[in-house]
C-alpha cells in the first residue's frame, strides 16, 4: 500500500466493519463517497463528528439520542402505562417504524445467555421492575426475539415482575402478512396455528 492512498484504504477497512458491508461493498461506498466529496462525504463526515460527540443513552429507556431524554419519553402524547421491552435499539426502531405503539420503550441491551456469560446484572431488568413499579405500569409487553435465549430472558423478566400489578404479554408470532404457507418454516407454521384466533 503507498503513502499517497493509505488513508482511503483506512477508511475502506473501517467501512468493512459495519454490519452488512464487507471489503468489496466498503470499497465502492468509499469510492462513490470520493465522487461527491463535496455534496456527500463532507456533509457526512461533518454528521458522524456530531453525532459522535453528542450521541448518548436515554437514561429513561435506554435509547440512542442527543439529549438525555430520547423524544418518545420526552412525548407527552404517549401513554406511560404501557412499556414495550425489546432487546435492542435496532428493535426499538424497528417497532416504530411500524406505528401501532404509543406507549413507552425499554432497551434491555441484550438477552440472558449462559454461553456468553450475559446474566441479570449486565442487563437492563433492575431498571425496568423500577419503571414498572414508579410509573404505575398496568402492561409490559415483551417484544424479544424467538430464539432460545429471548424465551429465556422474557420468563425471566416475566418472574421478575410477578409481583407488581402489571399485565405481562408477548408479541404474537405466526404467518406474516402478505406471507404463503409454502414458504414458511415449521416453527413459524407452528406458532400461527398455537396464536389462532377467531374470525
Known sequence: MSQDTRDIETLID??????????RSARRAVLALLKKR??????????MAQVALNAR??????????NEICPICADEQRTTTEICVVEDIADLWAMERGGAFRGRYHVLGGTLSALDAIG?????IPELVRRVRDLGVSEVILALNATVDGQ??????ADALAETQAQ?????QGVPIGGELDY????????????????
Open 184 to 199: 414458511l418454516d415449521d416453527g413459524t407454521i407452528g406458532a400461527a396455528i398455537r396464536a389462532r384466533r377467531r374470525i
Open 120 to 124: 441479570p446484572e449486565e442487563l437492563r
Open 57 to 66: 443513552d436515554c437514561v429513561e429507556c435506554g435509547n440512542i439520542s442527543t
Open 14 to 23: 473501517l467501512l468493512a466493519r459495519l454490519p452488512g458491508l464487507g471489503p
Open 38 to 47: 463535496a455534496g456527500l462525504m463532507a456533509p457526512l463526515a461533518q454528521a
Open 152 to 157: 429465556t430472558t422474557a420468563h425471566y423478566i
Open 168 to 172: 405481562i404479554s408477548t408479541l404474537a
